[in-house]
């Protein structure tokens, strides 16, 4: 995946200001796909250079607010990227190495970082289970919303995943070494 398709894909969401869509990011496609505001913007220049998405100043905005939407071009280029095929990245978990280590050292303080990513992945599971409370329980969806949804539900399967992984090796760490 990069950046770009992750920024057309929104601009096609909804066109708006670099801020804005900087703000949406954080809190949509930012949560699998992370960037910074420098990095959107520096992408947004990229994009209108090549002629994917357009600018115009913003109606009654002070200073240099633009409101980007994706021309025709960017649409190709999303579709032709959306049509792709490629390998998942491979699996890099340093936490799985350290579970390794400890296998192998004897205690050597992995507990610490199983806790501090236990209580990551409860907040980001609970986020998520806020999110679908709030935009998909309740309602019939269009064929977009259970796209977003199915996306969604990726997640809670991840971080619900990754939650239980930590509560099981800090129960493994916890237990007496059998005679």
């Not at 894909?9 to 900087?22: H, I, K, N, Y």
């Not at 250079?49 to 409101?67: H, N």
Request: glycine share 8%; charged share 30%.
């Amino acid at each position: 995946m990069s950046l770009p398709h992750a920024l057309l894909t929104s601009l096609l969401e909804r066109p708006c200001s670099g801020l804005d869509l900087a703000r949406r990011f954080d809190r949509s496609i930012g949560f699998f796909w992370p960037a910074s505001h420098q990095q959107i913007y520096k992408e947004l220049g990229r994009l209108e250079q090549a002629g994917w998405v357009a600018s115009t100043a913003a109606e009654g905005a002070r200073g240099r607010k633009k409101i980007y939407q994706v021309l025709p071009a960017g649409r190709d280029e999303l579709r032709r990227w959306t049509g792709t095929a490629e390998d998942p990245p491979p699996l890099r978990d340093a936490l799985l190495v350290r579970l390794r280590a400890e296998a192998v050292l004897g205690p050597a303080g992995v507990a610490g970082d199983l806790r501090h990513r236990l209580e990551r992945h409860r907040r980001q599971l609970a986020l998520y289970r806020e999110i679908e409370q709030r935009d998909f329980s309740g309602r019939e969806l269009s064929r977009a919303e259970r796209l977003q949804y199915l996306v969604l539900q990726s997640g809670l399967a991840t971080e619900a995943q990754q939650a239980a992984l930590c509560e099981q090796a800090l129960e493994l760490l916890s237990a007496p070494e059998p005679d």
